[in-house]
């Protein structure tokens, strides 16, 4: 059973940088795509960003794109989420999640495993 655990939130000015890191245990991720979600209060949990398990494809929420940056390490296990220009509304809980099964078409991705969450504030 996959076990994936988020770091690297905190408070942070608007205009700037924060890097989530998601380390993996219990099983490689290397064959698995891998994403980042995150909700805010009061609002229901939305997709943020994805990687293919192959590392040739990422994708974006529109309202991210160009700001964030998803990437992954599979000799550390881990996937980070490098934020830049961040704004208020990026306030929420960041959480990482990974597919069920492996190598599968990331369209097709089911992100069934999830870690707790970091949070992210931004002030204005």
């Known amino acids: 059973q996959v076990q994936l655990s988020e770091s690297g939130g905190g408070l942070v000015q608007a205009g700037g940088s924060l890097r989530l890191s998601c380390a993996a245990s219990g099983r490689t991720i290397s064959v698995y795509n891998m994403a980042w979600f995150r909700q805010a209060p009061g609002k229901e949990r939305e997709f943020v960003a994805g990687?293919?398990?192959?590392?040739?494809?990422?994708y974006y929420a529109d309202s991210v794109k160009g700001r964030f940056t998803i990437s992954r390490d599979n000799a550390k296990n881990t996937v980070y989420l490098q934020m830049n220009s961040l704004k208020p509304e990026d306030t929420a809980v960041y959480y990482c999640?990974?597919?069920?099964?492996?190598?599968?078409?990331?369209?097709?991705?089911?992100?069934?495993?999830w870690g707790q969450g970091t949070q992210v504030t931004v002030s204005s």
């Open positions: 990687i293919s398990w192959s590392g040739s494809r990422s």
């Open positions: 999640a990974t597919d069920s099964r492996a190598r599968n078409d990331y369209l097709r991705a089911r992100f069934d495993y």
